[in-house]
């Protein structure tokens, strides 16, 4: 039985993965990957990480009138299509924020 995460399990994670990266100066990006069936955003997840003061995307909504198509038929993780299009769509954020991470991407 897979036990569910409270939302202050959750939170800790977070708070404990933006500690981790902030002592050696790596830069987080907290990034909500849709699943298949949800079109819109997750609002309460994005207040939640940003009153933190951390960056946050909300991807849901973002991959247009049939997001269906980057995902695996099989089962719910998303295709090559859909890392494609999440690339796409996190570049230029991550360049506006940190642009020595792509100033030499191909």
């Given at each position: 039985?897979?036990?569910?995460?409270?939302?202050?399990?959750?939170?800790?994670?977070?708070?404990?993965?933006?500690?981790?990266c902030?002592?050696?100066?790596?830069?987080?990006?907290?990034?909500?990957?849709?699943?298949?069936?949800?079109?819109?955003?997750?609002?309460v997840?994005?207040?939640e990480?940003?009153?933190?003061?951390?960056?946050f995307r909300?991807?849901?909504g973002?991959?247009?009138?049939?997001?269906?198509?980057?995902?695996?038929?099989?089962?719910?993780?998303?295709?090559?299509?859909?890392?494609?299009?999440?690339?796409?769509?996190l570049?230029?954020w991550?360049?506006?924020?940190?642009p020595a991470?792509?100033?030499?991407?191909?």
């Amino acid at each position: 039985v897979i036990k569910q995460k409270t939302r202050d399990e959750w939170r800790a994670i977070m708070e404990a993965t933006a500690a981790d990266c902030a002592e050696p100066g790596v830069p987080v990006m907290f990034v909500r990957l849709p699943q298949r069936e949800q079109r819109g955003g997750f609002p309460v997840l994005a207040r939640e990480i940003t009153a933190r003061g951390l960056p946050f995307r909300d991807l849901g909504g973002r991959l247009g009138s049939r997001p269906e198509r980057f995902y695996l038929a099989t089962d719910e993780h998303m295709s090559a299509a859909g890392h494609a299009r999440v690339a796409e769509l996190l570049l230029g954020w991550v360049g506006e924020r940190h642009p020595a991470l792509i100033a030499h991407a191909p």
